[in-house]
């Protein structure tokens, strides 16, 4: 396997490797071993390279706001069931052909293709038909009102692509994006060459390399080296080892991002609510990012995804209450205490730590935590949504989006089957409601059900710590998804 013996030189090495000037290199973890897909809707699609690869029609500004990329202006009808926008003239995509109206109609309407059984479906099956006005406008209709449609097109995967090129996307990787595909090898090393032609105008740098380290320990280790320029998940513990270095800059960036447990609600005993909620009340919170995390490295959230940026997100209290967890396990059958099996992969750090402080907190309430270690090779496909509890990472989305995605009964991605018919009114409902007001209620409410009955343990949202070489410029202390990868160099 490339990616191990990748790992293994990346390890042992002591030895800094050269920067090539003008060659940006990133790692990534082959979460989906080898099998990573360069179609954006894909649900194993290649994260980093598609950010490069592709355009959205709306983009995140620095604040997460939308912000025009293809799309120049929107504006929605009276009840918001139409939306007009505006597209960028003279952008073109990889292939020297033209973006147009028919490729962004294109784009949208196959999200809802069943046979993809993409995850964003969940999120944009509002999307009833999208008609072209002309080569640079295009009328977006939906199924119900959405008042905040830009808000779901900044995903990070509606990425433009050419009209009839779903069969051959996933290789070919044609967009409009700053970069342009050299080399696919998901394992080893996948090569993106800069894009004259971007829209934006050429790329700072002239390459990047996005090399394939399972191993979150032997990435660290690569970027200690000089193997590579940029590592976005370094824990507390590891960042001692950069911040008095001056070959090194760190950033801190407050996100939505989180791991989690998550718990099968179709399998029993955790189909049972009071078992559900007793093993979330068993949790001390903010002991466990300080025990996992460290000191401050998040906010505090009561196992719900709406992070403290969102405008709809609404505040609970989740304190510990061990006394609570016996009683709803007594009423549940499990006076004598329950065991739980937590499945998670050898190679990430984090989740490991996090059920070993679990299994120190929910022993008080006679919950006994064991841990199912397993490979990270094929994690994603073969453990992840199989197991009846898992450990999860995602990361940040809007409360609309990711209510729908996570939670939503029909959801590609409900990873913890969780089937509640009132809770899928309530999201119709939410992003239905034209008024703000009312539609901030709504989501509270949305959030408050999942504190009383859902079946993830969601303890906070990370402050993501971020470490680059000195070397790098223009790469901003902002989230993932609002990085502008074509202002990114390495001198």
């Known amino acids: 396997m490339k990616h191990l013996m990748t790992s293994l030189v990346v390890a042992t090495s002591l030895i800094s490797t050269a920067a090539v000037a003008g060659t940006f290199r990133l790692a990534h973890d082959v979460g989906y071993a080898g099998a990573e897909s360069l179609d954006p809707i894909s649900p194993s699609r290649f994260f980093y390279a598609n950010q490069m690869l592709y355009s959205r029609l709306v983009r995140q500004d620095a604040n997460g706001q939308p912000s025009p990329d293809i799309a120049t202006q929107w504006s929605a009808s009276a009840d918001a069931k139409t939306w007009t926008f505006e597209l960028r003239e003279g952008v073109t995509f990889h292939d020297g052909s033209d973006l147009t109206a028919a490729d962004v109609k294109y784009t949208l309407e196959r999200i809802k293709d069943p046979?993809?059984?993409?995850?964003?479906?969940?999120?944009?099956?509002?999307?009833?038909?999208?008609?072209?006005?002309?080569?640079?406008?295009?009328?977006?209709?939906?199924s119900a009102p959405h008042a905040d449609l830009p808000l779901?097109?900044?995903?990070?995967?509606?990425?433009?692509?050419?009209?009839?090129?779903?069969?051959?996307?996933?290789?070919?990787?044609?967009?409009?994006?700053?970069?342009?595909?050299?080399?696919?090898?998901?394992?080893?090393?996948?090569?993106?060459?800069?894009?004259?032609?971007?829209?934006?105008?050429?790329?700072?740098?002239?390459?990047?390399?996005?090399?394939?380290?399972?191993?979150?320990?032997?990435?660290?280790?690569?970027?200690?080296?000089g193997q590579i320029d940029f590592e976005d998940?370094?824990?507390?513990?590891?960042?001692?080892?950069?911040?008095?270095?001056?070959?090194?800059?760190?950033?801190?960036?407050?996100?939505?991002?989180?791991?989690?447990?998550?718990?099968?609600?179709?399998?029993?005993?955790?189909?049972?609510?009071?078992?559900?909620?007793?093993?979330?009340?068993?949790?001390?919170?903010?002991?466990m990012m300080k025990l996992v995390s460290g000191e401050g490295a998040g906010t505090v959230t009561c196992d719900h995804p709406v992070w403290s940026g969102d405008q709809y997100r609404t505040e609970i209290n989740c304190d510990q209450n061990i006394e609570e967890t016996k009683r709803l396990l007594k009423e549940a059958g499990f006076e004598n205490g329950i065991d739980v099996e937590i499945s998670a992969a050898d190679n990430e750090p984090e989740w490991i730590r996090m059920i070993e402080v679990y299994q120190q907190q929910a022993k008080k309430a006679g919950i006994n935590i064991k841990l199912n270690m397993v490979p990270s090779d094929g994690y994603w496909s073969d453990v992840w949504m199989k197991h009846p509890v898992v450990a999860t990472r995602w990361s940040q989305r809007p409360a609309d989006q990711v209510l729908n995605e996570a939670f939503r009964s029909t959801a590609a991605w409900n990873e913890t089957y969780f089937k509640n018919a009132k809770f899928d009114s309530a999201l119709d409902a939410a992003r239905s409601e034209l008024d703000f007001e009312k539609r901030k209620g709504l989501y509270a409410n949305l959030q408050n059900t999942l504190w009383e009955e859902g079946g993830a343990m969601i303890p906070y949202h990370l402050n993501q710590t971020r470490v680059l070489r000195s070397a790098v410029t223009g790469l901003d202390a902002v989230e993932n998804f609002s990085i502008r990868w074509n202002k990114v160099d390495v001198n």
Do not use: C
């Open 115 to 142: 046979a993809i059984d993409s995850p964003v479906a969940a999120v944009l099956g509002v999307i009833e038909k999208v008609d072209v006005i002309n080569d640079h406008k295009v009328e977006i209709k939906l």
């Open 152 to 225: 779901l097109l900044m995903d990070y995967r509606v990425r433009m692509i050419p009209e009839n090129s779903g069969d051959t996307i996933a290789k070919t990787g044609i967009g409009s994006g700053p970069f342009m595909l050299e080399e696919l090898d998901a394992e080893g090393t996948t090569v993106l060459k800069a894009n004259p032609n971007y829209w934006e105008g050429a790329p700072a740098a002239d390459a990047m390399e996005i090399i394939g380290i399972p191993d979150s320990q032997a990435r660290v280790q690569a970027l200690m080296a």
């Open 233 to 287: 998940s370094v824990l507390s513990q590891q960042k001692r080892l950069f911040t008095s270095n001056p070959q090194f800059k760190t950033q801190s960036i407050a996100t939505g991002e989180w791991r989690a447990l998550v718990f099968r609600t179709d399998t029993a005993p955790y189909d049972n609510a009071k078992v559900r909620k007793a093993l979330r009340l068993a949790v001390d919170r903010n002991e």
